[in-house]
């Protein structure tokens, strides 16, 4: 990217810092084809607020917002934002360093829960979880899909790539293999990837079909590894074939019920790490294991057989967990066919790690007000999403550059170690180094509405929660006898 390289070797770190958030800002500018000073300002008051965001309204009343609450709506549901160059920009912020060279991606779904938008299109049943054991519910909202880049070690950062709103027609994934596909055509247009670098590591929790997005990405340098719910049965490789057996070759071999730990034959890999806060890990493996698929659902237009998609199993066991809860085994698959152990134990490592994408959820919603506002139209719901995606990664490059303005109850966090608050509650200073970008508003006064007391002549419509897409029954689908 040319405007991440533009100032790369000028003055110290500081300034180059400095000189890649103001690069990617003027990059954002220009995703902004329609409104785009109000959606600048939009985007800045956000960052520069020193509160929580809890609407948007409350926005306009900050010192770097010019504009007044109409034109900030206005920006919102008529303002376009040219996605595919927001992207680009994304993909070109430096990616986190692992010391082993690898990138790790974690893909999960966050949920805009809007129950009582009954003019809403778009929405879904959102699974959620309750505040006792067996209380998930299932709410009304618009599931987006998000990818984000892992850091090493303890922290609250990651680095988001993209985001896609779920329909309730969609194959969940296929979207996500398609966007999983997207981010990492992008990576490696932008440098970070080269050949002969280890393979992309692509992390995603219980509720996807791990086996089969590693079919669909089989073309492109990515390693899938996945979570796996105990009631899942997978297959081993078939025995070698006896002399003079007859028939057709096996294709399966004997199952493992991850809910029978008995049953389980003996690992192919075992390891034992201590680790700082759980005690010993313990994580076995288990190579060339492979789901038995179905002629159905996904695979129902399958041409040929069906593949056997071959990965590598592996069951972590931890001594104890804070909190005094009780430890459960986690059961994972990679694909990866032959993992040894020091494959094994990335894997398991690399997975713990995405649970820091839970706190960048937290943190886009309680304090960035992500599901705060009150939207009807989805494409505007889309809009502050990317704006909010531009905002965490303005925080992500104001790292260096924040002051540490803790509250006095905070202790004093090491040099490098902030967390996004506290980089934000610094980004006012920092703001006011930045090249202003914006023009000063136009006047103008606000049109006359309807009259007072008359009714609304053009309600709007109310749409069903759920499938777009009714099937036809089969009567409607069956031809008639004379026709």
């Not at 690898?102 to 049943?125: E, K, Q």
């Not at 979880?129 to 880049?149: C, D, E």
Request: with cysteine; aromatic share 6%; charged share 25%.
């Amino acid at each position: 990217m040319a405007w991440a390289e533009a100032r790369a070797g000028a003055g110290d770190e500081t300034d180059r810092a400095r000189g890649r958030l103001a690069g990617f800002r003027r990059e954002l500018h220009r995703c902004f084809t329609a409104r785009a000073d109000a959606l600048c300002e939009l985007c800045d008051a956000a960052l520069c607020k020193q509160d929580r965001v809890h609407m948007l309204a409350e926005l306009s009343l900050e010192p770097g917002h010019q504009r007044g609450h109409g034109a900030l709506y206005d920006a919102l549901n008529c303002g376009k934002v040219q996605v595919s160059r927001l992207r680009w920009a994304l993909a070109g912020v430096p990616l986190p360093a692992w010391d082993d060279g690898r990138i790790r991606l974690a893909v999960d779904v966050s949920n805009w829960l809007r129950p009582d938008a009954a003019t809403s299109p778009g929405r879904s049943f959102c699974h959620c979880y309750g505040r006792g054991n067996n209380s998930a519910q299932m709410i009304p909202g618009w599931p987006y899909s998000l990818v984000a880049a892992l850091e090493p070690g303890r922290t609250s950062w990651t680095r988001l790539l993209d985001a896609v709103r779920l329909g309730p027609d969609d194959d969940m994934a296929a979207v996500t293999a398609a966007q999983v596909r997207g981010v990492i055509e992008r990576i490696i247009a932008a440098g970070h990837w080269h050949d002969g670098d280890p393979d992309i590591m692509v992390i995603f929790d219980a509720g996807y079909e791990p086996a089969r997005l590693a079919w669909l990405l089989a073309d492109l340098p990515v390693q899938v590894l996945g979570r796996l719910g105990t009631n899942r049965v997978l297959r081993q490789a078939p025995p070698p074939r006896r002399p003079g057996q007859m028939g057709p070759p096996m294709r399966h071999g004997c199952e493992l019920k991850l809910s029978d730990d008995a049953a389980c034959p003996g690992p192919d890999v075992h390891t034992t790490t201590q680790t700082s806060r759980d005690g010993a890990a313990d994580a076995r493996a288990w190579h060339r294991m492979h789901p038995k698929l179905k002629a159905r659902g996904a695979w129902a237009g399958h041409q040929g057989k069906l593949p056997v998609i071959e990965g590598t199993l592996i069951k972590l066991t931890v001594e104890h967990l804070p909190h005094d809860r009780a430890p459960k085994p986690v059961w994972l698959w990679t694909s990866c066919p032959d993992a040894d152990p020091d494959e094994a134990n990335r894997c398991w490592q690399g997975f713990l790690r995405r649970f820091d994408i839970e706190h960048t959820f937290r943190f886009l919603k309680q304090v960035l007000g992500w599901t705060k506002p009150k939207l009807r139209d989805p494409a505007a719901a889309d809009r502050w999403t990317w704006l909010i995606l531009a905002c965490h990664t303005q925080l992500w490059l104001a790292r260096g550059l924040a002051a540490d303005l803790r509250l006095p109850w905070q202790r004093p966090a090491l040099p490098g170690r902030l967390t996004p608050a506290r980089v934000r509650r610094g980004f006012r200073a920092i703001h006011g180094t930045l090249p202003v970008l914006t023009a000063a508003p136009k006047p103008g006064k606000p049109g006359p509405g309807r009259p007072p007391g008359s009714k609304n002549r053009h309600p709007a419509t109310r749409h069903d929660v759920g499938k777009a897409t009714i099937k036809k029954t089969t009567k409607e689908t069956t031809p008639s006898p004379g026709g």
